[in-house]
């Protein structure tokens, strides 16, 4: 029996240990950014300029903008959890082809942007950017906020407390709560977890037209869960199922234009 207990101590200091290494790594297992400023670039991105934004607690966030033309909507684009800007250039030179502005951010701790990343900053990066964009257009009926991934629970964020013409989500989460449970079930997630991102619970209260596209064959952020956060949006909204594709899917070739068409038959300002 003394073999079984010594086991049994070693097995539970093994889960403890585990335990608190993800509770002391969180955020580096879920913010993966590439800290170099990313080079604008000109030759893909026409009418490009680099920008940058002061959050409310001080931070600056560095951003790309693109001006919208002949009244067209701009595009406020809150990415995912890795890399930078530069990472989306093909997406952004797509997404302002026909005139649509871009307003893009580098989270703070991303790609030049100062600070480190948290859920806490995120929400005050995104209410920043969506400052700027205003100050742009001047009117919120002129903003279509886009999230990407980690990016749809800030977009999320401010489609339920702000105004604006749309929300475009791309492989979105009911929460990282939900995400993260599902794939570290063996360990107290709920305990643990810092930044949860409850989309859910902020969903319902969005005040503005939903488009959310998602591949069935996500293996990051899992359909379900996307579709779990689309069951609690309001009315108007319109969900994209894209068969045999895995994570982010706005810019497929099969997908693009049905965005875009959804873009057009928003109400004009």
Not at 229 to 242: H, T
Request: aromatic share 8%; proline share 7%; charged share 20%.
């Amino acid at each position: 029996m003394r073999w079984v207990r010594g086991l049994l101590y070693v097995v539970i200091a093994a889960y403890l240990g585990a335990s608190g290494f993800l509770y002391v790594r969180q955020r580096d297992i879920l913010y993966r950014p590439n800290v170099t400023a990313a080079a604008v670039p000109l030759a893909t991105l026409p009418g490009v300029t680099a920008k940058q934004i002061k959050t409310a607690d001080g931070e600056t966030l560095a951003a790309w903008f693109v001006p919208p033309r002949n009244n067209k909507p701009i595009l406020l684009y809150l990415h995912g959890n890795g890399g930078n800007l530069a990472n989306r250039t093909r997406r952004f030179a797509l997404m302002t082809a026909q005139g649509a502005g871009l307003l893009a951010i580098d989270w703070r701790g991303y790609g030049g942007s100062t600070g480190s990343p948290s859920e806490d900053g995120l929400m005050r990066d995104a209410e920043a950017a969506y400052r700027s964009a205003l100050e742009t257009v001047r009117t919120p009926r002129r903003i279509v906020i886009v999230g990407e991934s980690l990016g749809s629970g800030p977009a999320v964020m401010l489609a339920a407390y702000l105004d604006c013409a749309g929300l475009i989500l791309d492989s979105a989460y009911s929460s990282i709560l939900d995400v993260a449970s599902e794939q570290y079930w063996m360990f107290p997630v709920r305990l643990l977890l810092a930044d949860q991102y409850r989309s859910d619970l902020r969903i319902a209260e969005i005040r503005a037209p939903l488009l959310a596209m998602h591949g069935d064959q996500d293996r990051i952020v899992p359909i379900k869960f996307g579709e779990r956060l689309f069951a609690l949006a309001p009315q108007p909204k319109e969900f994209i199922r894209v068969p045999g594709r895995d994570h982010l899917v706005l810019a497929l070739d099969d997908v693009w234009p049905r965005v875009l068409a959804w873009i057009d038959r928003l109400p004009s300002p």
